[in-house]
């Protein structure tokens, strides 16, 4: 069915989803809306207007809501809002067509939502009248009190103004007294009838009097007619006039007055500082100079000065002093010491160092007593205490096992720790000293330290052989005695500790333990097999044959030695091998040998110190303190310091950094010692010209820890001759670094890094400038090219060979050419380009080279003997007849260290 057609229909539908609804005619306003804490906004109100109805229409009255819905701009309704209008009632009209629209009416939810607003609007109205009431009360209360604080100023100001006029009364009052005392007898009765008469009492500081001042008050203007003069008129009365209009100055009898220059208020001028009182004062007041004052004046004019009295102190002097320094300890001035100088004939500045007998001269003159100390006295109770025989305790033996390389110490180490530390080591030798703790069968700890056997690493076993308690001397019973093992022997009877002898590789076919045991007789080491004292144990690391025996002779040998230390005392101990390790900074193994060791404290190794940081064992373990005979690693030097410092705790930074001032004094003056060009004696001088023409090849070297480097440099120096030497020009632990390419670039040295590789930074700089830095892990390797580097620098040896002889039997003379002998070849055969030598009577008239050699008008290499030919000289020319001439051949053969 289609209703487009229906044009009649004039049905008005509604869909079901909506609501029809007329809208009213609406005008808009703006309402400014202000707050109570002062902001104010503007707010859009809309304004309906009333439909009125005409007749004839039907009027649906919708339910009044109860008030608008609220919003946040909009300003509150009062509480008469709530209410509902009164209106007027509707005329009734007539019905309205029906026309299917209805108004829609408020819900309960919308009428509660609006009352709920009007609630809200009425506390916020009375929340606001409140904080204004508030305001109200405490600015009046602020006003209150400003207002007392007022009126309290203003009497304090009147009482401070009745109080000075009190005083100014009581002045006047004793002015007066004072100046009927001062007064002649002529003038007594003008001071007594005049009250504005001021006078000044004498003077206490100088015993002259002070000026007495008639302030007289100031009439009207005197009338022309007045001839007189009234200064004239009062020295001839006597008498003072109070309508004369002046000051006059009264100067009593025999008394002089001093002379005061006004200032440009015509008041005295004031000579001390101002203080309160003085500014207070009335303007007639005159402040005099106190009795102090005059006294010093007198002293000054008179060229007298008072002498303090000086304290006498106890000077402590070292061996130099600045004179600031000294004067400082003698509480004096510096001036007055450099004057006792300048009387002595030393022109000298407060920054000039002094000798110690010159500034106990000084000290000694001011009245001082003076108490000389060495620097070395800042070293004095560090190392050594005694300890009390109650205080100690046992401790665990220290082991340090000894002999020749590849004679298995460390492999027998590896077997008593169940460690593999071989497979770390380069080349299979032990290049390092390291220190370990293992537990013995029969109870107890022992502490080994194991010593490279490399000729290179003497001063390794040296410091080794100190530090120990017993020394292991491992022995191959395959290889016998051999230079490392003599040596380690003298090391161990140097430092005087006992031997234990391991016949270590008893397990090989052609081991003899016998043999070795006769070899060592040689070098008085008797075994107990032998009739002697020394233990021996017949051992196999790879086997691990008869180490519990090994064990149990150490234990009974640290028994009969009854070793003791005291751990409740302050540590001291040794340093075994130091590092630079670019994570940790410097760390250092050190062989705790007295007290305890913990984190936290101040220690003192050499010239470097530092607070403990970390303590790590042998097993990489971290650890809170170190007892006796406890190998430890400590994390916190400032520096890596030398293999065999020792080491101690001190109680404070300060006493640390004294000492290692110290101690680095020392050391440069040490170096510069060495380096000086001073010599004493005729010995040195003659060594010093043998060693003038000496080539030097320079090196930087960088090794991975201190005992590496100084066998490194103990090694170079063995290699230097009377005609070549290797120097150093610097050596230290750590990685390679820009400061030294740089150094290796000025000194045009070469760069050596021994188990240690160059920083990125270096090793782009090295790129840069060109030079070479060779990386060695070996001790054999590194020495071995040193040495052939420095044979290139020696001068080849010159060898000459004989080729023949001729004599000369004529000499022409031919143009363009010079002179040409003929000569026949006696023997042998002559060269052309070979060295030859002109013989006149058996004495060397010239030696040159054969620069012709002709064979009839031919020129040819060589004659032979029994031929003749001509020869002619390089830059020669004086041939006779008769001359010898030899031929020989020189050949350079080059020379190796």
Same mark, same amino acid.
């Given at each position: 069915?289609?209703?487009?057609?229906?044009?009649?229909?004039?049905?008005?539908?509604?869909?079901?989803?909506?609501?029809?609804?007329?809208?009213?005619?609406?005008?808009?306003?703006?309402?400014?809306?202000?707050?109570?804490?002062?902001? $104010?906004?503007?707010?859009?109100?809309?304004?309906?207007?009333?439909?009125?109805?005409?007749?004839?229409?039907?009027?649906?009255?919708?339910?009044?809501?109860?008030?608008?819905?609220?919003?946040?701009?909009?300003? #509150?309704?009062?509480?008469?809002?709530?209410?509902?209008?009164?209106?007027?009632? =509707?005329?009734?009209?007539?019905?309205?067509?029906?026309?299917?629209?209805?108004?829609?009416?408020?819900?309960?939810?919308?009428?509660?939502?609006?009352?709920?607003?009007?609630?809200?609007?009425?506390?916020?109205?009375?929340?606001?009248?409140?904080?204004?009431?508030?305001?109200?009360?405490?600015? /009046?209360?602020?006003? %209150?009190?400003?207002?007392?604080?007022?009126?309290?100023?203003?009497?304090?100001?009147?009482?401070?103004?009745?109080?000075?006029?009190?005083?100014?009364?009581?002045?006047?009052?004793?002015?007066?007294?004072?100046?009927?005392?001062?007064?002649?007898?002529?003038?007594?009765? %003008?001071?007594?009838?005049?009250?504005?008469?001021?006078?000044?009492?004498? $003077?206490?500081?100088?015993?002259?009097?002070?000026?007495?001042?008639?302030?007289?008050?100031?009439?009207? /203007?005197?009338?022309?007619?007045?001839?007189?003069?009234?200064? #004239?008129?009062?020295?001839?009365?006597? +008498? %003072?006039?109070?309508?004369?209009?002046?000051?006059?100055?009264?100067?009593?009898?025999?008394?002089?007055?001093?002379?005061?220059?006004?200032?440009?208020?015509?008041?005295?001028?004031?000579?001390?500082?101002?203080?309160?009182?003085?500014?207070?004062?009335?303007?007639?007041?005159? &402040?005099?100079?106190? @009795?102090?004052?005059? &006294?010093?004046?007198?002293?000054?004019?008179?060229?007298?000065?008072?002498?303090?009295?000086?304290? $006498?102190?106890?000077?402590?002097?070292?061996?130099?002093?600045?004179?600031?320094?000294?004067?400082?300890?003698?509480?004096?001035r510096a001036v007055d010491v450099i004057k006792l100088l300048m009387k002595q004939g030393q022109?000298?500045?407060?920054?000039?160092?002094?000798?110690?007998?010159?500034?106990?001269?000084?000290? =000694?003159?001011?009245?001082?007593?003076?108490?000389?100390?060495?620097?070395?006295?800042?070293?004095?109770?560090?190392?050594?205490?005694?300890?009390?025989?109650?205080?100690?305790?046992?401790?665990?033996?220290?082991?340090?096992?000894?002999?020749?390389?590849?004679?298995?110490?460390?492999?027998?180490?590896? !077997?008593?720790?169940?460690?593999?530390?071989?497979?770390?080591?380069?080349?299979?030798?032990?290049?390092?000293?390291?220190?370990?703790?293992?537990?013995?069968?029969?109870?107890?700890?022992?502490?080994?330290?194991?010593?490279?056997?490399?000729?290179?690493?003497?001063?390794?076993?040296?410091?080794?052989?100190?530090?120990?308690?017993?020394?292991?001397?491992?022995?191959?019973?395959?290889?016998?005695?051999?230079?490392?093992?003599?040596?380690?022997?003298?090391?161990?009877?140097?430092?005087?500790?006992?031997?234990?002898?391991?016949?270590?590789?008893?397990?090989?076919?052609?081991?003899?333990?016998?043999?070795?045991?006769?070899?060592?007789?040689?070098?008085?080491?008797?075994?107990?097999?032998?009739?002697?004292?020394?233990?021996?144990?017949?051992?196999?690391?790879?086997?691990?044959?008869?180490?519990?025996?090994?064990?149990?002779? *150490?234990?009974?040998?640290?028994?009969?030695?009854?070793?003791?230390?005291?751990?409740?005392?302050?540590?001291?101990?040794?340093?075994?091998?130091?590092r630079l390790d670019r994570g940790r900074g410097p760390v250092a193994t050190v062989l705790v040998?007295?007290?305890?060791?913990?984190?936290?404290?101040?220690?003192?190794?050499?010239?470097?110190?530092?607070? @403990? &940081?970390?303590?790590?064992?042998?097993?990489?373990?971290?650890?809170?303190?170190?007892?006796?005979?406890?190998?430890?690693? *400590?994390?916190?030097?400032?520096?890596?310091?030398?293999?065999?410092?020792?080491?101690?705790?001190?109680?404070?930074?300060?006493?640390?950094?004294?000492?290692?001032?110290?101690?680095?004094?020392?050391?440069?003056?040490?170096?510069?010692?060495?380096?000086?060009? +001073?010599?004493?004696?005729? !010995?040195?001088?003659?060594?010093?010209?043998?060693?003038?023409?000496?080539?030097?090849?320079?090196?930087?070297?960088?090794?991975?820890?201190?005992?590496?480097?100084?066998?490194?440099?103990? #090694?170079?120096?063995?290699?230097?001759?009377?005609?070549?030497?290797?120097?150093?020009?610097?050596?230290?632990?750590?990685?390679?670094?820009?400061?030294?390419?740089?150094?290796?670039?000025?000194?045009?040295?070469?760069?050596?890094?021994?188990?240690?590789? %160059?920083?990125?930074? /270096?090793?782009?700089?090295?790129?840069?400038?060109?030079?070479?830095?060779?990386?060695?892990?070996?001790?054999?390797?590194?020495?071995?090219?040193?040495?052939?580097?420095m044979s290139g620098l020696l001068a080849p040896t010159m060898r000459e060979t004989m080729l023949?002889?001729?004599?000369?039997?004529?000499?022409?003379?031919?143009?363009?050419?010079?002179?040409?002998?003929?000569?026949?070849?006696?023997?042998?055969?002559?060269?052309?380009?070979?060295?030859?030598?002109?013989?006149?009577?058996?004495?060397?008239?010239?030696?040159?080279?054969?620069?012709?050699?002709?064979?009839?008008?031919?020129?040819?290499?060589?004659?032979?003997?029994?031929?003749?030919?001509?020869?002619?000289?390089?830059?020669?020319?004086?041939?006779?007849?008769?001359?010898?001439?030899?031929?020989?051949?020189?050949?350079?053969?080059?020379?190796?260290?």
């Amino acid at each position: 069915m289609n209703d487009s057609n229906n044009s009649g229909d004039k049905t008005l539908t509604v869909p079901p989803t909506k609501t029809l609804s007329l809208k009213r005619p609406v005008e808009q306003g703006v309402v400014r809306q202000s707050f109570s804490h002062g902001r $104010s906004k503007a707010v859009v109100v809309e304004k309906v207007k009333r439909r009125v109805h005409g007749p004839g229409e039907a009027v649906h009255v919708a339910p009044k809501p109860a008030a608008p819905s609220p919003s946040p701009a909009a300003p #509150a309704p009062g509480p008469q809002s709530a209410q509902p209008a009164h209106r007027p009632p =509707v005329k009734p009209v007539a019905p309205r067509p029906q026309t299917g629209v209805v108004l829609r009416t408020l819900t309960d939810d919308e009428r509660d939502a609006r009352a709920r607003a009007l609630s809200d609007a009425r506390v916020r109205e009375e929340e606001d009248r409140k904080r204004q009431e508030a305001d109200a009360r405490i600015r /009046a209360e602020r006003e %209150a009190r400003e207002h007392a604080e007022r009126e309290a100023a203003e009497s304090r100001k009147k009482e401070e103004e009745t109080r000075l006029t009190r005083e100014a009364e009581a002045k006047r009052r004793s002015e007066e007294e004072a100046r009927r005392r001062l007064a002649p007898a002529g003038s007594a009765t %003008a001071a007594e009838s005049d009250p504005s008469v001021t006078l000044t009492p004498t $003077s206490r500081n100088t015993g002259r009097p002070q000026q007495i001042i008639f302030n007289t008050p100031k009439p009207p /203007a005197p009338t022309p007619t007045t001839t007189a003069t009234p200064v #004239a008129a009062e020295r001839t009365s006597g +008498a %003072a006039t109070p309508a004369t209009p002046f000051r006059r100055i009264i100067t009593p009898p025999k008394l002089a007055v001093p002379a005061v220059k006004p200032s440009r208020t015509g008041a005295m001028k004031d000579r001390g500082r101002l203080t309160v009182t003085s500014a207070t004062a009335s303007d007639g007041e005159e &402040r005099t100079r106190s @009795v102090a004052s005059f &006294r010093r004046r007198t002293q000054r004019l008179k060229g007298m000065v008072e002498q303090k009295e000086r304290l $006498s102190r106890e000077v402590v002097l070292p061996e130099t002093i600045t004179i600031q320094e000294l004067a400082n300890r003698m509480s004096e001035r510096a001036v007055d010491v450099i004057k006792l100088l300048m009387k002595q004939g030393q022109m000298l500045k407060i920054t000039d160092v002094i000798d110690a007998d010159t500034a106990e001269l000084i000290a =000694v003159e001011l009245g001082h007593t003076v108490k000389r100390v060495a620097e070395s006295d800042v070293e004095e109770g560090l190392f050594d205490k005694p300890d009390a025989e109650e205080n100690l305790q046992p401790r665990p033996p220290v082991v340090t096992i000894m002999g020749h390389v590849d004679h298995g110490k460390t492999s027998l180490l590896d !077997a008593i720790r169940k460690a593999n530390v071989v497979s770390g080591e380069a080349g299979g030798i032990t290049q390092h000293i390291g220190a370990y703790q293992v537990q013995s069968p029969l109870g107890g700890y022992i502490t080994f330290i194991d010593t490279p056997g490399h000729a290179a690493f003497t001063a390794m076993r040296a410091r080794g052989a100190k530090v120990t308690d017993i020394v292991v001397l491992v022995v191959a019973a395959d290889d016998g005695v051999m230079p490392q093992t003599v040596e380690a022997i003298n090391h161990a009877k140097a430092a005087g500790v006992p031997i234990i002898v391991a016949l270590n590789k008893i397990d090989k076919p052609d081991a003899k333990p016998e043999r070795v045991r006769s070899e060592l007789l040689q070098y008085e080491v008797q075994v107990e097999s032998l009739g002697g004292d020394t233990l021996e144990v017949e051992v196999s690391a790879k086997q691990q044959i008869n180490l519990d025996k090994l064990l149990e002779a *150490i234990t009974l040998q640290a028994e009969v030695l009854d070793l003791h230390a005291n751990p409740d005392r302050p540590a001291e101990g040794t340093v075994i091998e130091a590092r630079l390790d670019r994570g940790r900074g410097p760390v250092a193994t050190v062989l705790v040998q007295r007290g305890t060791l913990a984190v936290g404290n101040i220690i003192v190794a050499g010239s470097q110190w530092g607070r @403990v &940081r970390a303590l790590i064992d042998d097993k990489g373990q971290n650890c809170v303190h170190a007892g006796p005979s406890f190998p430890v690693e *400590i994390l916190g030097f400032s520096g890596a310091p030398e293999a065999g410092d020792r080491v101690a705790v001190v109680e404070s930074e300060a006493r640390a950094r004294e000492i290692t001032e110290y101690r680095e004094r020392q050391k440069r003056d040490q170096a510069a010692a060495r380096g000086g060009s +001073a010599r004493s004696s005729l !010995a040195d001088m003659m060594s010093q010209l043998k060693t003038a023409g000496r080539k030097e090849f320079p090196l930087v070297i960088k090794g991975d820890v201190q005992g590496s480097v100084e066998a490194i440099l103990a #090694a170079l120096e063995k290699l230097g001759t009377e005609e070549v030497m290797a120097r150093v020009v610097h050596a230290g632990v750590g990685g390679i670094s820009e400061s030294d390419i740089a150094l290796a670039e000025a000194s045009k040295a070469a760069v050596i890094g021994f188990n240690v590789r %160059a920083h990125k930074e /270096a090793r782009e700089l090295s790129e840069q400038l060109g030079i070479e830095i060779r990386y060695y892990n070996i001790i054999y390797n590194l020495v071995d090219d040193v040495k052939a580097a420095m044979s290139g620098l020696l001068a080849p040896t010159m060898r000459e060979t004989m080729l023949g002889n001729a004599s000369i039997l004529e000499v022409f003379n031919i143009s363009k050419v010079g002179k040409v002998a003929g000569c026949r070849v006696t023997d042998g055969v002559v060269e052309r380009g070979q060295h030859v030598r002109l013989i006149r009577d058996n004495v060397v008239v010239h030696e040159g080279k054969l620069s012709t050699l002709k064979r009839f008008k031919d020129e040819v290499k060589e004659v032979q003997a029994g031929q003749e030919c001509g020869m002619a000289f390089e830059n020669y020319q004086d041939m006779r007849a008769g001359d010898v001439i030899e031929c020989y051949r020189v050949e350079e053969i080059k020379r190796s260290l």
